[in-house]
């Protein structure tokens, strides 16, 4: 070889090296590129047949829903459904099945159109429904895929099995040819009335292109769950009012609480209106209960976004309204949260008033000169010494505990980002919100800021915040709860620091966080950890396709320098890359976390199943039925689609 031809392969070597790389790189971003559309692409199409599927179980039309199925389907091993009643469970006139197979054997079309058809003869009137795609389990093919699909129905139907004292009597129910539920071989019936049924199922479905359209060509049980109760638990005593005054049912409240939520009016002013991120004005606070004048009974309040409100209880199953009478103002415009806690050890509760758009506000329980039985509250926000952030505080959430074991109560806020200029950074991993605060009490009702001392410094967008011992060390740890992913569970060193041990301990949640409860679900001791989350429809979308698709556009658009640390501390938290589980976690719903007494933390979601569908947007545990174990309430709302029932 010449010294011109060595020349040549001497300076075009990182040439060619560089090309490679450029290709492989190119041909890896349109593998990306490919892989994210053709997600999309089959969850739009699966979204589609359950949306068919679903229009057939409401009308209880079995051939719109056979025409979901492939005419070539096939099942190795299928059955009847049968629901199989949780003896343990029955109480109160609530009842729980189990959905199993029976008979089970090699199903064509013809046999899961009879299936189908003997379920569908059971549904009395279907109130409400759906159908959504769980998650894109595998994708065999471009032509084929496998998805685990979500079956949710609420209605009345007939009762069956029921014995004079209104107990199920029966342990097994099936789907019978006459198109109503008949007893397992015991033969005990006694069905007469209506009782009211939820359904849920969790299927794994096979689809097939067929042509431009798509069939199910194979299908499982997975597990099912159908509760029936007669209503007779619980009764209303309140006619709902929604935003703004009006009345969802015409009715009014028996209890006294007349209570209507309004919208910030301070959000339609040029000052404050949320231009970054809008969907901030409808979120207008929440309720807290406390006994604030001694008398035994739980009185409540309602922060607003105008007109906060106390309600006294009178103890005869009644409320009044004694926001004025109690010293608190008649309006009061963004009051997020009220926390009722006795700060100055004097036996009475006094009550914190976080605000969004404004001064938070500290009221002093005292004595009611003209009333000496009666209780009132005092202003005292001026000796609070509480210092905001900017022109305002962004507080949505807080919550008392005295974490530094000196004898009184400390508080801890969350807050918001502020909505007039700032959206959340990353959909999956939001650090921009405008900080939390752990407020020291040093006596007589003055508190200091020691966020930055204690090493508790949380910039999420803080929904929900619990104290609690999770480890028994005599210190009070703290969980909090960020909305647009990232809990945190912050352990409390016993020498006024706190550090962050979410991942070392299992409790790494990186959810829609709305708000944490700590309680012992199991009874063993220690304090497990509940979290509302959001359990999206889309959560079939949240896989690694769709993420490595959103790196890959924050790299296009220049973004990735501001979004790297996010990224990098994903990529800590998680072990690596693995953005499949990590996508799957943040869409998949409430959380709960069992503790094993030693520190550690066990995510038992979907075995306990905890996580249903919505926007939970808080919870709490309660032994509702005096049994001795803590149950749980959540509470959802947040309409998905163009349905308002879509909730």
Not at 312 to 323: A, H, L, P, S
Not at 484 to 509: C, E, I, M, P, W
Request: aromatic share 12%; proline share 2%.
């Amino acid at each position: 070889m010449s010294k011109k031809q060595k020349r040549i392969v001497f300076y075009s070597s990182p040439l060619i090296v560089l090309l490679l790389i450029l290709g492989v790189g190119k041909m890896k971003l349109d593998y990306i590129e490919t892989n994210a559309q053709l997600l999309a692409q089959m969850g739009q199409a699966a979204q589609k047949v359950l949306g068919e599927y679903k229009s057939g179980v409401d009308k209880a039309d079995i051939a719109k829903v056979l025409n979901c199925y492939d005419d070539k389907y096939a099942s190795e091993k299928d059955g009847f459904w049968v629901e199989e009643e949780d003896l343990q469970a029955k109480r109160d006139g609530v009842r729980v099945y189990q959905w199993k197979l029976s008979d089970a054997k090699p199903f064509g079309k013809a046999e899961v159109g009879n299936q189908v058809s003997r379920y569908l003869k059971t549904l009395g009137k279907v109130e409400e429904s759906k159908f959504k795609l769980d998650s894109v389990e595998e994708v065999i093919s471009p032509q084929s895929y496998r998805i685990r699909s979500f079956l949710w129905i609420r209605g009345t139907r007939d009762a069956v099995g029921r014995g004079v004292d209104g107990g199920a009597e029966m342990t097994k129910a099936s789907f019978g040819d006459a198109g109503k539920p008949h007893a397992g071989s015991d033969g005990k019936t006694d069905a007469h009335g209506q009782e009211a049924f939820e359904t849920q199922v969790l299927f794994r479905m096979w689809l097939q292109a067929d042509g431009d359209t798509w069939k199910i060509t194979r299908q499982e049980l997975i597990s099912g769950t159908t509760v029936t109760g007669d209503r007779k638990g619980f009764t209303d005593m309140w006619g709902h009012q929604s935003l703004d005054g009006e009345a969802a049912n015409g009715a009014n409240s028996s209890a006294g609480i007349d209570f209507v939520s309004h919208k910030n009016p301070l959000f339609a002013t040029p000052e404050w209106e949320p231009k970054a991120f809008e969907i901030i004005k409808y979120g207008s606070a929440g309720v807290s209960a406390g006994d604030y004048d001694n008398d035994g009974w739980y009185d409540v309040f309602f922060g607003d976004g105008e007109r906060p409100r106390l309600y006294r209880n009178k103890g005869d199953g009644t409320f009044e309204d004694v926001t004025l009478a109690a010293g608190l103002p008649e309006r009061a415009p963004g009051i997020n949260v009220g926390v009722f806690a006795d700060l100055d050890n004097d036996g009475y509760k006094d009550l914190f008033l976080g605000c969004y758009t404004g001064r938070s506000r500290l009221y002093r329980n005292v004595a009611d000169q003209q009333s000496p039985a009666g209780r009132k509250f005092v202003e005292v926000t001026d000796g609070f010494k509480f210092a905001n952030k900017g022109d305002s505080d962004f507080i949505v959430v807080a919550a008392a505990a005295d974490y530094d074991n000196d004898g009184d109560l400390d508080l801890y806020v969350g807050r918001e980002l502020d909505a007039r200029k700032n959206l959340p950074t990353t959909l999956f991993y939001t650090r921009n919100a405008e900080g939390n605060s752990l407020l020291r009490n040093d006596g007589n009702l003055h508190f200091t800021d020691v966020t930055r001392q204690a090493g508790i410094n949380e910039t999420g967008i803080t929904l929900g915040v619990a104290w609690g011992d999770y480890d028994n060390d005599g210190w009070q740890d703290v969980y909090v709860a960020n909305d647009f992913g990232r809990d945190a569970l912050l352990h409390n060193n016993g020498n006024g620091t706190f550090t962050d041990v979410s991942k070392q301990s299992g409790a790494y949640d990186p959810g829609y966080g709305m708000s944490a409860t700590l309680g012992d679900i199991d009874n063993d001791g220690d304090l497990d950890i509940y979290v509302s989350d959001v359990h999206s429809g889309q959560r079939w979308y949240g896989q690694a396709a769709t993420l490595y698709k959103y790196l890959l556009t924050s790299v296009r658009q220049g973004t990735i320098y501001d979004d790297f640390p996010v990224y990098k501390e994903i990529y800590n938290n998680v072990g690596g890359t693995d953005w499949s589980s990590y996508g799957d976690k943040t869409v998949k719903g409430n959380a709960l976390y069992i503790n094993d007494g030693h520190g550690k933390f066990t995510d038992v979601s979907e075995a306990a199943r905890v996580n249903p569908f919505g926007w939970f947007w808080s919870s709490t545990m309660f032994d509702y039925d005096n049994d001795g174990r803590q149950d749980i309430y959540a509470a959802n709302g947040w309409i998905t689609s163009k349905s308002t029932q879509d909730l």
